[in-house]
């Protein structure tokens, strides 16, 4: 496994990620984060010149990151620099003395290459093709807008929550004139750009955007899960903000969800998004968690592609989560061949009325069925779940991650609960969950010897029953196995077409 | 990794087991399992004769189990037939068959054989050192006692809860009169042994134990965990016993915990076990999940040892699924390390009141601290505590494993809250894992560079002042992240001594 640790310098908290990877594949995870307070910018004022107390802070946490790197054994270092950084009149006084330090060379990143970099995280992380992106910071906000997956304007606007914040809002009462005038300002400075919205979807990144999507879900009956993939509406974005709003500036970072030191911020945040969704026209926003430090470490990873982009995201997700737990390849790239087989030939006898997303659902749910066996054989299909919601899968929304998480549970035993979804569930999940989940445990069971006996299967409508008609891996294969666990797994499979299901041996 | 399948033909439900290992070290896992409801001993009777339905059930299963393991590619399968097919008049008749049909041939456990192998189970998932152990079955019970962690005597009896149902409990009502005979019956035969308890503590495996065991569970405020290592008291059996009693038969599987297909043989399995207990006069019986299938895979894994025991039950444990996420073992063994040595020292400057107990419990947890990093870096913390309870650590009681598991859990940040514990807290549980946690996360903080820079600690007392005296391994080393990071670590450890903790740098 190789490691590269990116430092990001940005205008309030300093970042030290590391992240492993397995060259010449695209497996990959973050193995460690140290994050400092650095407040930079701190004092900076008009005059845009880095303090000394902050400076001595940076110098100091740059010289504790490259000890880190160093005794860590990370050679792969990768220090750059945002809008706080990039502004300030005597930067260079800063990077001198962090590369005497520590012989680090910071990478300032100019504006497009930091849009840029948002962008590459956008687009390895969400299903985002043609549309458009925010990375809202502290110091500025990058937008950019993508066009079959390339990226087809990038800028950076001077619109970031402290900046807003200290210029707008710097009471402890937020009023109404004042908000009135942040909001104008926004809008103005987005209006400007001439390209931003009225079409297609918005993707949002950053810490404010992270802590905005928390609190709008903590008012929702949701899973326990983190926000990338969440929608955040523009609607409960305004109901947010009326709540920040009504509290003074020392109470906000207290709403659930908001983390406490970004309290002071948070509102002018909102305003601004909520401006850049009324500017653009966007009814919602899509939040992911990837942002710069993954989009730097995404250009190394997929370095030997014309551009730095997974071909598929939510192709990736699960492969990528299904190799950290490595099992029995053959054996779950074979359930999900027989359980979509099963899919496709029921759709087409009007068995259940079903598409594409749920195939890739129950793809995504074969392909990971098994990881929990890595906690514990008992109970695995728990385990599997448990997994499953907690690592995430990039480029899935919460409702399609909970729904691949509960087909994996229920791949084995029990009858599928669809109330885990709250306020994520669709009138028709329970059928949708029962088709699904029987279809993966008939699959499973014919695929029980795990050595793929069974080499297809053909669904067939047979007056008032649904025949699985198996076909065994050549002559001298041994079915029997197979045959006598999938016949003792079909009921469920059985109660969502509503029929019965017979298993027949291979001729 | 080797793998033995062990196919258990017992007298209701027949298993196979596949247990994966590594040959020359300890590491093992359960890696598949197949249950079966053969009722094999079904209408056997008097004249212990085989019936041919069974036989074919039997016959059939023998086939499918033996197709799986080809299928599977698995050579070691170890096939053992217990009570009932040891009884029967004609059980060379399924033998042939079995051994015509599949080539298995099937290993007819002699009492003392069978007992010796619950002795084996007991004796490698428990700390039983001196005294008792029961295996509760279908048809026989099998008695052991242990001597210094030797078997110093075993028996088999005619109390298996099948066999004492049938004979005393027939009805769906037990009429007192019933259970007063059953009970009469098995003193008798327990008191003949002549030497089953009066010292020593108590041990009990198999099915219907374990499903006591989880109905006791359910009436209390527990975690939900599995039953290794609970412990289940005389009163809270007589209690139970009280509840079933006063059902019908067909209603004694709806009781929570008591699994519906045991139902029937429940009532008669807890009036043999409070004989047991009441001969023994034992007040409490410890739980194993182990038994005669691990048994026999220990008697393989083990075989290069004169007896086939692991040396340290808990160690093993811990080591078995600390081995199973592989982290950075280095720098796990030196967390604990340098945790112990702050406990210890501590401890001689009556700072705590802790003693063996605890350092047990506290090395396990840094031995495990980062065990949720397989799953994902952010939150591993509480992906740690998720594996240590669901994985489990045989050796450990519930209490111990929650401990392990909060102390994991706060090894970052938090603050610690014992309310998990439920009714196996005690009153001082706050203060003990204020202290544990605030040990194990100022040493994860001293090697937080995991570079081992940090050599050894010393803890004094100055004053009113905890100083912690670091020592650099080597002159080269550089210890800024370690001090730099522990610094802002000591709060917890402050807290829990009542007292200012100062790190100090190393001269």
Known sequence: MDRIAVIDMGSNSWRLV?????????????????????????????????KPEPLDRAIHTAAVFASFCEASGIEAVEPVATSAIREAENRDELLDAIRDRTGLE????????????????????????DGFGIDLGG????????????????????????????????????SGKAQKALRAHATEVLEELGWWGDEGRLVGIGGTIRNLAAAAGKRMDLPDLDVQGFRLTRDALGDLIEELASKPASKRGGVPGIKPDRGDVILGGALVLDAAMEVGGFDELEVSEAGLREGIFFERLLDDKPEPLFDDVRTESVRNLAHRFRGDEEHVEHVAKLSLAMFDMAGEADLHPYGREERELLWAACMLHDIGTAIDYDDHHHHSH?????????????????????????????????????DLARGDDEERLALLCGLIRLAEQLERSRDQAIASVEVTLEGDEVAIETSANGTGADTSVAIWSARRSADLLAEAVRRPVEVREPD
């Not at 193995?31 to 930079?40: G, K, P, W, Y």
């Open 18 to 50: 590391v992240f492993g990877y397995e060259l010449g594949t695209s497996w990959w995870s973050l193995t460690d984060e140290i994050r400092e307070a650095v407040r930079v910018a701190a004092g900076m004022g008009e005059e845009r010149t880095l």
């Open 106 to 129: 910071v990478r300032v990143l100019g504006k497009e290459e930091e849009a840029r970099l948002g962008y590459i995280a956008i687009a390895n992380s969400t299903t985002l093709d």
């Open 139 to 174: 110091g500025s906000v990058e937008v950019v807008r993508l066009e079959g997956r390339e990226l087809a304007e990038a800028d950076s606007l001077p619109l970031g929550s402290v900046r807003v914040s200290e210029k707008y809002l710097p009471d402890e009462k937020a």
């Open 386 to 422: 448990y997994l499953i919601l907690n690592a995430g899968l990039p480029g899935f929304t919460p409702r399609e991650l909970v729904l691949v998480g509960l087909i994996a549970r229920y791949h084995r035993k029990g009858d599928p609960d669809a109330s885990e979804l709250g």
